[in-house]
């Protein structure tokens, strides 16, 4: 079994598949950020900037940080393995059930990786004492906002509280925000604790523009931190289509994510209420994906029958302290929830 959704691949007929595994945005990608790309294709013949100076340029104006303060890396994924190696902490700290990137970068350079249990019976809620306790000097703690797969949003006295840690400790909070920009009611970014401090923000257009094939991550800190992940990051880690199409996004932002966040939020109150009535129990999120116990079928059986129907959702037993009556959907678009509403109803 897959440790990451969208693996359509495995199921032998991958574009006849409806995704609910990955939480990618169902309203892109823009058809301006496409032109931008096609028309990139003309530079393929050029290697890509190294220093990436036009696309920390745009993303710097439209986040209103400083193009020293950005990184940019082949996804996310990468550069959280390039953080990692960077500031090489003592520990990985993370709530768990959350991604399992971060410990399967952390176990490959021989880093201790700690998990925090949260509890089901009280939301998975984030356990502020037991960090408090936990946390070292030395240790990198990993708040993923909104959590994945909970879809919990840390609250911002939270996220201060554990600035105000890192910098205490002499340890570094990492906010996960590569699923902020689709939250509703809006999550609490760090963006504006950097300055100063020992925080940094990971994010990528994945799933807010559409675009997983194109493999776009950022980081935003301090310019020093910024230099020492670029030191562990390949040259080129972007090409010119990826980098054409991640600029247009970022210059025309809005109003696309505004209105996506929007259909989205109304589509996952009318998901959570659906399920409710057929038994199921979505937990509380603000994200673009909820995470759903089964009181009846366990996830091994569901995603086969749902895959009988060519629907594949997102098994949750391989998360630590979840088991197989969990499982994960994106929140789609109306007429695809539509289809997995009815698939649910008929097995």
Request: charged content about 20%; some cysteine.
């Given at each position: 079994m897959s440790l990451h959704g969208g693996n359509v691949y495995d199921y032998g007929f991958p574009n006849g598949i409806l995704d609910f595994s990955s939480n990618i945005n169902p309203y892109g990608p823009p058809a301006y950020a496409l032109a931008a790309a096609n028309e990139a294709l003309g530079a393929i013949a050029k290697y890509p900037d190294a220093k990436q100076t036009k696309i920390r340029e745009a993303f710097g104006q439209w986040l209103g940080v400083a193009p020293d303060s950005l990184a940019f890396g082949n996804g996310a994924s990468e550069l959280i393995a390039a953080i990692f190696a960077a500031l090489r902490p003592r520990r990985i700290l993370a709530v768990s059930p959350t991604f399992a990137e971060y410990a399967i970068c952390a176990e490959r350079l021989c880093i201790d990786a700690v998990g925090l249990a949260t509890d089901e019976n009280d939301g998975f809620a984030f356990p502020m004492e037991r960090v408090e306790a936990v946390f070292s000097s030395g240790d990198l703690l990993v708040a993923c906002q909104p959590n994945n797969p909970t879809g919990r949003a840390w609250s911002r006295d939270e996220l201060e509280a554990l600035s105000r840690l890192a910098e205490?400790?002499?340890?570094?909070?990492?906010?996960?925000?590569?699923?902020?920009?689709?939250?509703?009611?809006?999550?609490?970014?760090?963006?504006?604790?950097?300055?100063?401090?020992?925080?940094?923000?990971?994010?990528?257009?994945?799933k807010d523009f559409s675009a997983p094939g194109l493999r776009i991550g950022f980081l935003v800190a301090e310019p020093s931190v910024i230099s020492s992940v670029r030191r562990e990051l390949q040259p080129w880690p972007l090409n010119c289509v990826g980098e054409a199409f991640a600029i247009a996004c970022a210059r025309n932002a809005e109003p696309f994510l505004t209105e996506s966040r929007e259909k989205i939020s109304h589509e996952r109150a009318r998901l959570v209420g659906e399920l409710r009535k057929m038994g199921y129990r979505p937990f509380p999120a603000v994200a673009n994906y909820l995470l759903v116990k089964s009181p009846r079928m366990r996830g091994a059986e569901m995603q086969s029958r749902l895959l009988e129907r060519g629907i594949l959702v997102r098994r949750c037993d391989n998360f630590p302290s979840l088991d197989d009556s969990f499982f994960r959907i994106a929140v789609r678009s109306k007429a695809d929830n539509d289809k997995l509403l009815f698939a649910l109803a008929a097995i």
């Open positions: 205490a400790r002499r340890g570094w909070l990492m906010a996960d925000e590569c699923f902020i920009n689709l939250t509703e009611p809006a999550a609490a970014s760090c963006l504006g604790m950097i300055p100063g401090g020992r925080v940094l923000v990971l994010r990528a257009i994945t």
